[in-house]
Nanobody, 119 residues
């Protein structure tokens, strides 16, 4: 059984910072690409940032220069450092990972963590 557990969400004022963490646990043979998605009320879930097992990254245009994704392969953990937060960053943030845990590799999702940017 594989689990992704997120932490670090909360309420922050515009211009502030938050750091999200997502740890994968369970029977993990291989951990491939990891990423963060977000979903705001009434909107579709969108990719925020992704990182390959080798460390290559990609970002949504809306967060480039403000957010940084990183990972610690020894801890099976991915991070999202969010700086200069804006009200439009308010959403539920979900961790995603491609994991080989017996059988074929598949995508796993975390339970989501709320990020609210408001004064």
């Amino acid at each position: 059984q594989v689990q992704l557990v997120e932490s670090g969400g909360g309420l922050v004022q515009p211009g502030g910072s938050l750091r999200l963490s997502c740890a994968a646990s369970g029977s993990i043979f291989s951990l491939y690409a990891m990423g963060w998605y977000r979903q705001a009320p009434g909107k579709q879930r969108e990719l925020v940032a992704g990182i390959t097992s080798g460390g290559s990254t990609n970002y949504a245009d809306s967060v480039k220069g403000r957010f940084t994704i990183s990972r610690d392969n020894a801890k099976n953990t991915v991070y999202l450092q969010m700086n200069s937060l804006k009200p439009e960053d308010t959403a539920v943030y979900y961790c995603n990972a491609a994991i080989h845990s017996g059988g074929f590799p598949r995508d796993y999702w975390g339970q989501g963590t709320q990020v609210t940017v408001s004064s």
